[in-house]
């Protein structure tokens, strides 16, 4: 029998209301959804010119950024990429990263290896200032 789970990404409970960060952005984390046992995947809606309050990194798992719509700048420690439809960024587990949503906001999918669940991240409100 084949093993296998489906779960539609803007059905996944919208995280973003939790840490008062809605309607800003909408983050939506589907390792549990979907019995991930090694990695994780997220989606991510950022409203127009929103800047996240926040930089993140993590102590063991690196991450993968798509870009699916809109425009997006990340703040890598000191550098800022600007980013279009259908890039993808890796970024390493200890680089401290931050996004902000260009005019049209953006929409993201957020890969991450290995799956370490929850406290893994660090992160540091006014980062990206």
């Given at each position: 029998m084949a093993d296998y789970t489906v779960v539609n990404l803007k059905e996944v409970e919208d995280q973003a209301?939790?840490?008062?960060?809605?309607?800003?952005?909408?983050?939506?984390?589907?390792?549990?959804?979907?019995?991930?046992?090694?990695?994780?995947?997220?989606?991510?809606?950022?409203?127009?010119d929103f800047r996240l309050p926040f930089g993140h990194k993590h102590k063991n798992q690196e991450?993968?950024?798509?870009?699916?719509?809109g425009s997006v700048r990340i703040k890598l420690e000191d550098e800022v990429v600007d980013l279009k439809p259908f890039d993808a960024v890796r970024v390493a587990k200890d680089t401290m990263r931050g996004f902000e949503a260009g005019p049209e906001g953006a929409e993201l999918i957020a890969i991450g290896a290995p799956n370490t669940g929850p406290g893994d991240g660090d992160t540091v409100q006014g980062w990206w200032s």
């Open positions: 209301p939790k840490f008062g960060l809605s309607p800003q952005l909408e983050m939506r984390m589907a390792r549990v959804a979907l019995g991930l046992e090694n990695s994780g995947i997220s989606y991510q809606r950022i409203a127009p991450e993968i950024y798509v870009l699916l719509g």
